[in-house]
């Protein structure tokens, strides 16, 4: 099984800056794609940015230019930091790891328990 913990979240005035984090742990061979993803309340679950194993990476619009994500392999974590924060960032943020626990299984989506993201006007 592989378990994703979240940490990071938490309330900040706009124009602020957060930094998340995202630790992979369980039985591992290999994680591909790894990502955040946020649903605000009363909307559906969107795509923040994802960053492939090798290092390219990809973000909505709305975030380009503010949130960097990364990553540390040999860590098994992923990171996304936040900088000028709007008050349309708040949301709850999770975080997304497509794994293969072993050479001969297919690799299956992960998702983090999600960690709260306030931003206040």
């Known amino acids: 099984q592989v378990r994703l913990v979240e940490s990071g979240g938490g309330l900040v005035q706009a124009g602020g800056s957060l930094r998340l984090s995202c630790a992979a742990s369980?039985?591992?061979?290999?994680?591909?794609?790894m990502g955040w993803y946020r649903q605000a309340p009363g909307k559906q679950r969107e795509l923040v940015a994802t960053?492939?194993?090798?290092?390219?990476?990809n973000y909505v619009d709305s975030v380009q230019g503010r949130f960097t994500i990364s990553r540390d392999n040999a860590k098994n974590t992923v990171y996304l930091q936040m900088n000028s924060l709007k008050p349309e960032d708040t949301a709850v943020y999770y975080c997304?790891?497509?794994?293969?626990?072993?050479?001969?299984?297919?690799?299956?989506?992960?998702w983090g328990q999600g960690t709260q993201v306030t931003v206040s006007s």
């Open positions: 960053i492939t194993r090798g290092g390219n990476t």
């Open positions: 997304y790891a497509n794994v293969r626990i072993s050479a001969w299984n297919v690799a299956n989506d992960n």
């Open positions: 369980g039985t591992i061979f290999r994680i591909n794609t």
